[in-house]
T-cell receptor, first 114, second 112 residues
Framework: DTGVSQDPRHKITKRGQNVTFRCDPI?????LYWYRQTLGQGPEFLTY????????KSRLLSDRFSAERPKGSFSTLEIQRTEQGDSAMYLC????????????FGPGTRLTVL | AQSVTQLGSHVSVSEGALVLLRCNYS??????LFWYVQYPNQGLQLLLK??????LVKGINGFEAEFKKSETSFHLTKPSAHMSDAAEYFC??????????FGAGTTVTVRA
């Protein structure tokens, strides 16, 4: 069990640029989640995958955001035309199937939009 | 829809003193409840969770929490604080099959 990994750990970009983050879940986990955490707040759910299928998206996920999990393994989160309000920590988590199963979190990618 | 309220955004305790972090939830169905800890520049780590069964749940690092349905609470305690307990703590609830809803967090500082 190598844990959930995320890349990059930090990203600084200019407003209007596109950015892409990667998440590698724990290998045997079917579910993968994306959350966003802003300063002084708890994480907020963005979206999740069961294998390669994206099953739920929060209304926080505007049309500038897109997430994929093409082979049911790693996932990418892309933000197009970044805005300063997108500055946040983006957290990825994974779990086996089930509501009571523990979600294991990665270290996060901190995005700063200038 | 569920929500989580953590009372007190900052808690300061002396080393060796009791740590008490308060969490109240609103839920229309019996919830599943979690406490996570976040150290600086790290992801969240599960401390403990309540799903069913015994309402007093023991977790890692000496923490425990008690689910009280009548009070809609899930407070986290540790009898004796250690310097390494300084971190941010999040209470979370899961009603749906997938997402966690988190409180705003409580930052714990430990005084020597």
């Amino acid at each position: 069990d190598t844990g959930v990994s995320q890349d990059p750990r930090h990203k600084i970009t200019k407003r209007g640029q596109n950015v892409t983050f990667r998440c590698d879940p724990i290998s045997e986990h079917n579910r993968l989640y994306w959350y966003r955490q802003t300063l002084g707040q708890g994480p907020e759910f963005l979206t999740y995958f069961q294998n390669e299928a994206q099953l739920e998206k929060s209304r926080l996920l505007s049309d500038r955001f897109s997430a994929e999990r093409p082979k049911g393994s790693f996932s990418t989160l892309e933000i197009q035309r970044t805005e300063q309000g997108d500055s946040a920590m983006y957290l990825c988590a994974s779990s086996t199937r089930g509501q009571t199963d523990t979600q294991y979190f990665g270290p996060g990618t901190r995005l700063t939009v200038l | 829809a569920q929500s989580v309220t953590q009372l007190g955004s900052h808690v300061s305790v002396s080393e060796g003193a009791l740590v008490l972090l308060r969490c109240n939830y609103s839920s229309s169905v019996p919830p599943y409840l979690f406490w996570y800890v976040q150290y600086p520049n790290q992801g969240l780590q599960l401390l403990l969770k309540y799903t069913t069964g015994a309402t007093l749940v023991k977790g890692i690092n000496g923490f425990e929490a008690e689910f009280k349905k009548s009070e809609t609470s899930f407070h986290l305690t540790k009898p004796s604080a250690h310097m390494s307990d300084a971190a941010e703590y999040f209470c979370a609830v899961s009603e749906d099959d997938y997402k966690l809803s988190f409180g705003a967090g409580t930052t714990v500082t430990v005084r020597a």
